[in-house]
């Protein structure tokens, strides 16, 4: 009985660290969905749910946490040795603060949500985005513009700081850049996805 139970968490620990294992091929979207074939289906209902491309959802996760589950941002030093505090709250696939992803599972979320689960990452950032259309005035296909105002928060976009942060914008247009990527790749392969989960084809 005492091996069973080891073996049996023996396997759950693995199992644990796969889930948080990004996909060996980030910079194409059809090696990822078909490595996961799973999250093609967690994108697309988030895609519909709030009306936003799911290269655009997949950029922005891409960009924020490169589809490691357990991200955060590395910690700050002390005295230019110790390790300090990290910087921010950020988590997760979509590195979400602890009160955006409060504000997400009281309004449009689960209470059990975790930032951790790729399914409700990729709703969150579609919430998010869709957020930004309404407060921001932002397309939901304008990668660009959604991840300025994902990183600087609906406030901080409208002020217009983030036109005075070149490094941010220079991000921002990686993101655009990986997201037409992503649109063109997917236009190539949704098919099989489309087949596999008997649904019909994505229109973005």
């Known amino acids: 009985m005492p091996s ?16 948080t294992h990004p996909p060996r091929h980030t910079r194409n979207l059809c090696d990822i969905f078909r490595e996961r074939p ?13 009306g936003i491309p799911i290269p655009v959802i997949m950029a922005i996760i891409d960009r924020e946490s490169g589809f490691r589950a357990d991200a955060k941002p590395p910690r700050t030093t002390c005295l230019f040795i ?6 921010s709250s950020a988590y997760g696939y979509p590195q979400a603060l ?9 309004q449009a979320g689960s209470r059990f949500a975790d930032r951790d689960d790729f399914g409700d990452a990729v709703d969150f950032v579609g919430w998010y985005c869709r957020l ?10 304008d990668a660009y513009h959604l991840y300025i105002a994902y990183h600087e928060g609906h406030a901080g976009y409208n002020r217009g700081s983030w036109r005075k942060k070149p490094g941010l914008k220079r991000i ?5 850049r990986r997201s ?3 649109r063109q790749q997917l236009s190539s392969c949704e098919g099989e996805f489309k087949r596999r989960s008997g649904c019909c084809l994505w229109p973005f």
């Open 172 to 176: 921002a247009g990686s993101v655009r």
């Open 38 to 50: 799973e999250w093609y289906d967690d994108a697309a209902a988030a895609g519909e749910r709030w």
């Open 98 to 106: 602890d009160a955006t992803w409060n504000e997400y599972q009281s």
């Open 180 to 182: 037409l990527q992503y």
């Open 4 to 19: 069973l139970i080891l073996a049996v968490t023996a396997l759950l620990l693995i199992s644990g660290g796969c889930a």
């Open 82 to 87: 110790f390790p300090g505090p990290r910087p």
């Open 132 to 141: 930004s259309r309404i407060r921001c005035g932002i397309s939901n296909s």
